[in-house]
C-alpha cells in the first residue's frame, strides 16, 4: 500500500515548487512595489532633475544586466532587486512632480496608479485561475518589443506626438501580454528564479504605469 | 531634450535592441507555437485592457 510512486511524487514536489516561486515572487513584488512608491516620494520631494532621473534609469538598467545575473540565485539577488526597484522608484520623482503640476494632475496620477493595479491584478488572477500557457506567446512579444525600441529610437529625434502616443499604447499591450507570459512560464515551471520573476513583473508593471500615465496625461485635454 | 541626452538614449535602446535581438531569433525559431484557440484565450484579457484604458481615459477627460 505504501508502495514508492515517483510520478505522483515528482508531480507533487514540482506543484509545490511552483506555488513556492509564485509566493515567494508577489511577496517579494509587492515588498519592491511599496519601497519603490517610498522613493518615488522621496524622488518628488527633493525636486530632481530630469537628467537625474535618467541616470538613475540606466543605472538600474545597469543593475539588470551586469550584477543581477551574478546574484540571482544567492540572497544578495533580493538587495538587487531592491536597489533596482529604488533607483526606478527614485526616478520616476521628476515625471510624477510634472504630472502633479497639471490642473488635474492628483486625479491624473492617481487613476494611473489605480489602473496599473487593476491591470495587473486582472491578467494575473486570468492566468493563474484558468492555468493556461501562455509561452507561444514569447516570439509575438519579443518582435514587439524590437519594434517598439525602434520607433522609440526613431521618435527620439523625430518627436513626433502621435508616434509616441503609439508606442505607449504598443507599450501597454506588450506588458498586458508579458504580464500574462511571465505569470504563465511561473506556473508551468519555465521561470523557477523567484528574484528573476519578481523582476520581469516589476518591469512590466512599471513600464505599464508610465506608457497609461503618459496616454491619460495626453488624451484629459488639461494642456 | 538636450541634443547629447537623445543620443545616449538612442544608444541605450540600441544596446537593448542588439541584446534583445537573439532571444526574439530564438524564440521565433524555436518557442512553441499557439493555436488560434490559445490566440483566443489571450486576445480576450489584452481586449479587456484595452477597454479598460478606454473606459479610464473617458473618466479623466469629464
Redesign the interface.
Known amino acids: 500500500m505504501s508502495e514508492f510512486n515517483p510520478t505522483v511524487a515528482r508531480g507533487r514536489d514540482s506543484v509545490l515548487s511552483t506555488n513556492k516561486v509564485i509566493r515567494n515572487t508577489y511577496i517579494l513584488l509587492s515588498m519592491t512595489l511599496v519601497f519603490s512608491a517610498v522613493m518615488a516620494a522621496i524622488g518628488m520631494s527633493m525636486n530632481l532633475s530630469s537628467?537625474s532621473s535618467?541616470m538613475m534609469s540606466?543605472g538600474a538598467?545597469g543593475l539588470i544586466?551586469l550584477v543581477l545575473p551574478r546574484f540571482e540565485n544567492s540572497t544578495g539577488g533580493i538587495v538587487v532587486v531592491f536597489a533596482i526597484s529604488g533607483l526606478l522608484g527614485m526616478g520616476l520623482g521628476p515625471m510624477l512632480n510634472y504630472y502633479m503640476a497639471m490642473a488635474?494632475g492628483p486625479?491624473?496620477v492617481g487613476?494611473?496608479l489605480g489602473?496599473t493595479g487593476?491591470?495587473f491584478l486582472?491578467?494575473s488572477g486570468?492566468a493563474l485561475t484558468?492555468r493556461?500557457?501562455?509561452?507561444?506567446?514569447?516570439?509575438f512579444?519579443?518582435?514587439g518589443?524590437?519594434v517598439v525600441?525602434?520607433a522609440?529610437?526613431a521618435n527620439?529625434?523625430f518627436a513626433i506626438p502621435a508616434l509616441a502616443l503609439a508606442v505607449s499604447a504598443g507599450i501597454?499591450?506588450l506588458m498586458?501580454?508579458l504580464i500574462?507570459y511571465d505569470t504563465s512560464r511561473m506556473i508551468h515551471g519555465g521561470e523557477t528564479n523567484y528574484i528573476r520573476a519578481t523582476v520581469g513583473l516589476y518591469l512590466s508593471i512599471y513600464n505599464l504605469f508610465i506608457s497609461?500615465l503618459h496616454?491619460?496625461g495626453a488624451?484629459?485635454?488639461d494642456d | 531634450m538636450d541634443f547629447w541626452l537623445k543620443v545616449v538614449l538612442a544608444v541605450v535602446l540600441g544596446m537593448m535592441l542588439w541584446r534583445l535581438w537573439p532571444a526574439a531569433r530564438h524564440q521565433l525559431d524555436h518557442g512553441p507555437k499557439g493555436t488560434s484557440k490559445d490566440w483566443q484565450a489571450a486576445i480576450l484579457p489584452i481586449g479587456a485592457v484595452v477597454l479598460f484604458i478606454v473606459f479610464l481615459v473617458m473618466m479623466v477627460r469629464n
Do not use: P, R
Not at chain 1, 132 to 139: R, V
Open positions: 537628467g535618467m540606466l538598467l544586466w488635474n486625479q491624473l487613476t494611473a489602473g487593476v491591470i486582472g491578467l486570468y484558468t493556461k500557457d501562455f509561452s507561444f506567446m514569447g516570439g512579444l519579443f518582435v518589443l524590437l525600441f525602434g522609440m529610437i527620439l529625434f501597454i499591450l498586458s501580454g500574462l497609461l496616454i491619460l488624451l484629459s485635454g
